[in-house]
């Protein structure tokens, strides 16, 4: 199994970005797929979920408005469209993926990817 994101980098406040997740290794498409986010000395949160067929998504308080999650199953990825970026938002953000109900507990998650580093700064 393989997650591998992209996509990140440095933006100032305001700005945005576009992170992308490509998947392995699993069945893709029977599979719930999800963001979180670490910051440091902060725990790891949760940021958007997406069900397998994507029919539902759900985001986190913090970015709801802000941010879009989407998935091509063809293609086996993942997609967090991040706009009206501030520096709340700085931190590592980890694709992840579960074979079951969609969950906002990153214990319930078990496959995640290295993660990609987002930094909201002038």
Avoid at 30 to 49: D, I, S
Avoid at 71 to 99: E, G, H, I
């Amino acid at each position: 199994v393989q997650l591998v994101e992209s996509g990140g980098g440095l933006v100032q406040p305001g700005g945005s970005l576009r992170l992308s997740c490509a998947a392995s290794g699993f069945t893709f498409d029977t599979y719930v797929m999800a963001w979180f986010r670490q910051a440091p000395g902060k725990e790891r949160e949760f940021v958007a979920t997406i069900t397998p067929r994507g029919a539902r998504i759900y985001y986190a308080d913090s970015v709801k408005g802000r941010f879009t999650m989407s998935r091509d199953n063809a293609k086996n990825t993942v997609a967090l469209q991040m706009n009206s970026l501030n520096a709340d938002d700085t931190a590592v953000y980890y694709c992840t993926a579960r074979n079951g109900d969609w969950s906002k507990d990153r214990g319930a998650y078990y496959y995640w990817g290295q993660g990609t580093q987002v930094t909201v700064s002038s």
